[in-house]
């Protein structure tokens, strides 16, 4: 990348003249799901500060809030740890055209729920039997249907922690 005050990476500039080509192509994109009426479905994974949200806003703040829905959803209550597993992701599914963009997903069982003791390994064992299946059937039915996942290095995520735990506006980022 390039050097910014003693810094890799791209300058604010040369990042904004970057990003706006492919701001233009997003809304380009975006017009042609509400004109086709088809679907977009898309998953941001990763690590803490891996930069999901960042990823996010620039994606949702170039479109219109009422075409893209950012899904981010709490820890499950009680009536949705005892729904089937993916009952409460599939309401936030796109209709058509639209785009959903999850802020983490259903991988949550087989990630932070399966560390955390969440669930049981049979729970988990379930889940990456049925997650290819429960994919297949939403991209049949036409929906288009991407998964990313996003990571920084161990001295990257602690930088950013430190970063988060000296800013009263970011703190509430660390649970």
Do not use: H
């Given at each position: 990348g390039m050097k910014n005050n003693g810094k890799s990476g791209l300058s604010k500039k040369d990042y904004l003249e970057q990003l706006e080509p492919l701001q233009l192509e997003l809304n380009q994109m975006a017009r042609w799901l509400q004109a086709s009426g088809k679907r977009l479905l898309v998953i941001i994974e990763g690590r803490d500060t891996a930069g999901k949200g960042g990823v996010i806003a620039s994606i949702s703040d170039t479109l219109n809030p009422r075409q893209c829905h950012v899904v981010a959803l709490p820890a499950p209550s009680v009536r949705e740890a005892n729904q089937w597993y993916f009952q409460r992701y599939v309401q936030h599914?796109?209709?058509?055209?639209?785009?959903?963009?999850?802020?983490?997903?259903?991988?949550?069982?087989?990630?932070?729920?399966?560390?955390?003791?969440?669930?049981?390994?049979?729970?988990?064992?379930?889940?990456?039997?049925?997650?290819?299946?429960?994919?297949?059937?939403l991209v049949d039915d036409g929906i288009y249907f991407f998964k990313y996942w996003l990571c920084c290095d161990q001295e990257k995520q602690e930088e950013r922690f430190a970063e988060r735990l000296n800013n009263p506006l970011r703190r509430w980022k660390l649970s």
């Open positions: 599914f796109p209709a058509r055209g639209e785009i959903s963009l999850f802020d983490r997903s259903w991988y949550n069982r087989a990630g932070v729920e399966a560390v955390m003791g969440y669930c049981t390994s049979t729970q988990v064992t379930a889940f990456l039997k049925a997650v290819p299946e429960f994919e297949r059937q």
